[in-house]
């Protein structure tokens, strides 16, 4: 494939992807709020929040891993650059495991360090647990989507986004349709995002 055709594909598929999540975002928040009480939605976003200051962290080692490989890749450099992705695999399962300390810690503590009603403890411990368990699991596959960058082909990165965007949002509509709202289903959305993007 030409390098022009890629850049269209790319392009197109990066603009899907920012036209779909747009969507959901704008159709699917809503409803999530106004079936959700403003107090347990708080602690979505403060789930989030974890997670972001959490992945500044990771975020250095993974661009830096890319450079790398990229460059052993065009070098035809095979073996360096299996080093180098080997060796990121296998730091972002050492933070992984190193940072799982403080989080399981938060999830048993977290009625003494949160002020959350009695009534939302257990909903907002498992969001918690499994905001806490995607952040892992993406910690962990994070390197694989250097390939599609060393390939040129973002736009299977972005295609792999669109299919998780829309596994979150069947997940929501599902369980919001199904079940009684629960401020946990967000994070099992998450959750079922992270997976497609794994796969």
């Known amino acids: 494939m030409s390098q022009k055709k890629q850049l269209a594909i790319n392009f197109i598929a990066q603009i899907l992807f920012s036209i779909i999540n747009l969507g959901i975002s704008f159709?699917?928040?809503?409803?999530?709020i106004s079936s959700l009480n403003a107090s347990a939605y708080a602690f979505i976003n403060l789930s989030n929040d974890f997670i972001n200051?959490?992945?500044l962290?990771?975020?250095?080692?993974?661009?830096?891993a890319g450079r790398y490989i990229t460059l052993a890749i065009h070098k035809k450099q095979n073996k360096e650059a299996?080093?180098?992705?080997?060796?990121?695999?296998v730091a972002n399962i050492i933070m992984a495991s190193v940072l799982l300390i403080p989080m399981t810690l938060f999830v048993i503590f977290?009625?003494?360090l949160l002020n959350i009603p009695a009534n939302l403890l257990g909903d907002v411990r498992i969001l918690f647990i499994i905001v806490f368990t995607n952040f892992i699991i993406s910690l962990i596959t994070s390197v694989f989507s250097s390939t599609t960058f060393v390939t040129n082909k973002l736009y299977l990165s972005s295609i792999a986004s669109?299919?998780?965007?829309?596994?979150?949002?069947i997940v929501l509509l599902v369980l919001f349709s199904l079940f009684e709202t629960n401020v946990?289903?967000?994070g099992i959305a998450s959750f079922a995002s992270t997976l497609v993007i794994a796969i």
């Open 82 to 89: 299996n080093i180098y992705y080997n060796s990121v695999i």
């Open 162 to 169: 669109i299919g998780s965007q829309i596994a979150r949002c």
């Open 53 to 55: 200051y959490a992945s």
């Open 184 to 186: 946990c289903f967000v």
């Open 110 to 112: 977290m009625d003494s």
């Open 57 to 64: 962290i990771t975020v250095a080692l993974n661009s830096i």
């Open 27 to 32: 159709f699917l928040v809503p409803h999530i």
